[in-house]
């Protein structure tokens, strides 16, 4: 799988918006971008993925550059609840479906915020 | 609609002994996946199961081993224990396994290896 670099660490304030980045410059045409976090002594939890275009839920937003190169997680305003470590994962579907991979996590950003 | 589950949540073992860790993936969910994690080496890939055939294996030692049954729920067994595999063991689930798919992860079984 490609390999992804995100920051270590990030800190925003209370219902302030936070951009997460995520660097992939070796991204292929077949790779999904996926984002999880972790809250402490919990599972990884699905925060949202796309593939080339800007993608919203209700959790956040994914923003795509144009060369797919890199990718942002947005979240539009942030509580002490997103308090976690954000995993940027890019999984290639050109290999699933008959052996699918698992997810593999790099290092992830810490996000901490402040009241 | 259930999440995925995991049992035990706690356990403590000693070094020599056998683990068994159980998983119930979320209703319909045909792919189960497992993962450790320590602190040392964060989140690293297990093995990767769908319709009871191990399709995908991460690079830890035969003592790691994994089945799952017909109706999806899955196992995995930790033979003669070292101190080192205290972790966090993570299932995960999803529908096929493909790329696309959203993966549901479990809230993990704690082992401690004493």
């Known amino acids: 799988d490609a390999k992804t670099t995100q920051p270590n660490s990030m800190e925003s304030n209370e219902e302030e918006p936070v951009h997460l980045p995520c660097n992939h410059s070796?991204?292929?045409?077949?790779?999904?971008i996926h984002w999880y976090r972790q809250l402490p002594s919990q599972g990884p939890e699905y925060v949202i993925h796309?593939?080339?275009s800007n993608v919203n839920n209700r959790m956040a937003s994914l923003a795509i550059a144009e060369d797919r190169k890199s990718s942002t997680l947005i979240l539009h305003r942030a509580t002490l609840r997103d308090a976690a470590v954000y995993y940027c994962?890019?999984?290639?579907?050109?290999?699933?479906?008959?052996?699918?991979?698992?997810?593999?996590f790099g290092k992830g950003t810490h996000l901490i915020i402040q009241p | 609609k259930a999440g995925v589950t995991q049992t035990p949540r706690y356990l403590i073992k000693t070094r020599g002994q056998q683990v068994t860790l159980s998983c119930s993936p979320i209703?319909?969910?045909?792919?189960v996946s497992w993962y450790q994690q320590t602190p040392g080496q964060g989140l690293q890939f297990l093995f990767e199961?769908?319709?009871?055939?191990?399709?995908n294996k991460g690079n830890f030692p035969g003592r790691f081993s994994g089945r799952q049954f017909s109706n999806s729920r899955s196992e995995m067994n930790v033979s003669t224990l070292e101190l080192g595999d205290s972790a966090l063991y993570l299932c995960?689930?999803?529908?096929?396994?493909?790329?696309?798919?959203?993966?549901?992860f479990g809230e993990g079984s704690w082992l401690t290896v004493v």
């Open positions: 209703s319909g969910h045909r792919s």
């Open positions: 995960a689930s999803s529908l096929g396994g493909e790329a696309g798919n959203t993966i549901y």
């Open positions: 994962i890019l999984r290639d579907w050109g290999k699933s479906g008959g052996g699918a991979d698992g997810l593999t």
């Open positions: 796309g593939l080339t």
């Open positions: 199961y769908f319709s009871e055939t191990q399709r």
């Open positions: 070796t991204i292929s045409g077949t790779d999904y």
